[in-house]
């Protein structure tokens, strides 16, 4: 099967006003199939988002080229949609507003909008908050607008940046269930970003695990377990040997980190 995503020797130099250098990412190859599900776990600060941000158009690579479906990332596109930890819906629209402003922009028919946002609103369970307003919403209600606003697009690949890292983690759970249930049904391909390694494994079809800051991918994991997956595998003993292992990749890392 080929590649949708093609990350071909992508790496990133941050050059500060005082022209120090400092290198974000080692030059990173990585393939992504379609429908894939994929989890970047990494220490903290180890340019896990840099390369989130240049596949989604925000960051430029200082060299290397991102391809989607074949053609070179430029810039943001309707292609991609990103959802990110912090909670980035329009204040001044509601619910529905902000699921449909995508679609209004891209001219989509008021009706179909309406259909669109409606089917959305009801899979992520958001079905009688349509006219509430963001500061109405706990965290985890504003995420699944984000991700319902995000699918309503209907991207080709969904670019998640720790987007539950805010959430108390009952919400947590609840939430990375619900993404994967939506996953299961709409078989999207998604690259998410955490350095949480139960939701890692959890999520997951494949894991990457990054290196400390100049960051690469040093490991990739499989994650066979059967779908629809249910939260009690977070106690089955495969489950345990693979957090155990990935436990000791990012904490060499971290370690690594507190050396440089």
Known sequence: MSSQLSIQGVSRVFTSPKGLQTQALTPVDF???ENDFVTILGPSGCGKSTLLRIVAGLDQPTTGQVLLDG???QGPGADRGMVFQSYTLFPWLNVEQNIRFGLRERGMPEREQKERSDDFIAKVGLRGFEQHFPKQLSGGMQQRTAIARALANDPKILLMDEPFGALDNQTRVLMQELLLGIWESAQKTVLFVTHDIDEAIFMANRVAVFSARPGRIK????????HPRH???KTSPEFMALKAQLTEEIRAEAMATDTH
């Not at 490991?219 to 059967?226: I, N, S």
């Open 71 to 73: 053609v070179p990332v």
């Open 219 to 226: 490991t990739e994991l499989a994650v066979d377990f059967p």
């Open 31 to 33: 393939e992504v199939r």
């Open 231 to 233: 939260y009690t595998i």
